[in-house]
């Protein structure tokens, strides 16, 4: 079994972990397999993870992937499950430093371990590696039981246009993605948002053959529009995904109209998209006329939406999409997968699943 995620962000992390856990439950590996990192059981199952590269930045002369970093941190058992983003036991002394020297933005706190990542990172860089080779040897430190690669080897930084008349826009018309959902919490209102250099990103070596290769293509209950929205419109994938072989299959982000994290709401906002399960679906279209998706998973509070989406062409159901632990995580995972081979068979379930 191959199985392709698209993912961003800790919604991301996540739920790869859910994947990695109900595919080592689904399909163990041999008595003698090594397990992961954090103690997870190996699988037969082959797992990719295409990550969102939008959120990256330069900072205080090193490179930062937060989205990566949030899925290797999480799948080696690092991560600081509290906060839910950076490494457990951090200490925060060179970032004290640094906002002694000036340097740097004094209300974006990096961790002294997650600095060791970001200097190994841009040592490697420097060296002419590849963005995609970068997180090939980051990963060799750990054994994660899954692969990531990063969408692209550009740099397509996401920027954020705003009213450079409003009070906290200092006259700018525009800012860093990482400063309006950080410093501002996505409160001043996005015009829509860029990704630098777009129209000459390439997917990374790898992520076009991991998805036509998949036996199943899931979309992880990531930011629509700047996690899995900028993977989507990094040229190829998408096409990639329409002639994927692979039934694809998303997760709703969205739970009795609320996001489940962060600020996605303002994200949706800003591109004329109601914040409804249903309605994100919609945003992403189904394969069978342009889109990206053959099946949509809504949680059990939107079960009612059901109906209307497998009018609209997509096999639908739901099923509790709250990942409170492992164990809900995994459920969630199954429960995507099952529809994935639904949708396959054509006998996906038009009512509560």
């Known amino acids: 079994m191959k199985i392709t995620v698209l993912a961003g962000g800790v919604g991301g992390a996540r739920f790869a972990r859910g994947v990695r856990e109900e595919c080592a439950r689904r399909w163990p590996a041999a008595p003698d397999a090594e397990p992961a990192a954090d103690g997870t059981p190996a699988s037969a199952a082959d797992v990719s993870v295409v990550v969102n ?7 205080s002369g090193v490179r930062l992937m937060p989205d990566f970093d949030s899925l290797l941190y999480a799948l080696a058992g690092v991560n600081d499950t509290e906060r839910g983003w950076g490494r457990a036991g951090e200490s925060e002394r060179v970032a004290a430093e640094l906002r002694e020297w000036g340097v740097g933005w004094p209300w974006f706190t990096l961790g002294d371990l997650d600095l060791g990542t970001h200097l190994a990172r841009t040592s490697w860089l420097r060296d002419g590696l590849a963005p995609s080779e970068v997180a090939e040897r980051l990963q060799r430190r750990w054994r994660l039981g899954v692969r990531l690669i990063p969408a692209t080897d550009t740099e397509v930084d996401t920027h954020v246009r705003i009213d450079p008349a409003h009070p ?10 990482q400063e309006w959902w ?32 998949a036996d199943v293509v899931l979309l992880a209950p990531s930011n629509p529009v700047v996690s899995i929205g ?7 994938i998408r096409d ?8 694809v299959v998303g997760v709703s982000p969205i739970i009795g109209g609320r996001v489940v994290r962060g600020m996605a ?7 004329g998209v109601e914040t409804d399960a249903a309605a994100v679906a919609r945003h992403y279209g189904p394969r069978a006329t342009g889109g990206v998706l053959d099946g949509w998973l809504v ?14 062409g997509f096999a639908a159901a739901s099923a509790p999409l709250w990942m409170h632990d492992l164990d809900t995580s995994a459920a969630l995972a199954g429960a995507a997968l099952d529809l994935a081979a639904d949708a396959a068979a054509g006998t996906a379930p038009a009512g509560h699943r």
């Open 53 to 59: 590269t939008g959120d990256d930045l330069w900072l």
């Open 182 to 213: 950080t410093r501002y919490r996505a409160s001043i209102p996005a015009l829509g948002f860029e990704q630098r250099n777009l129209a000459d990103a390439r997917p990374a070596p790898g992520v076009e053959a991991a998805i036509a290769d």
């Open 240 to 247: 990639a995904l329409a002639t994927a072989a692979a039934p």
């Open 265 to 271: 709401d303002a994200c949706l906002s800003a591109i």
């Open 168 to 177: 906290d826009a200092a006259g700018r018309d525009q800012l860093h993605f």
């Open 299 to 312: 949680d059990e509070t939107d079960a009612a939406a059901v109906p209307g989406l497998v009018g609209d």
């Open 230 to 236: 900028t993977i989507l419109a990094i040229p190829g």
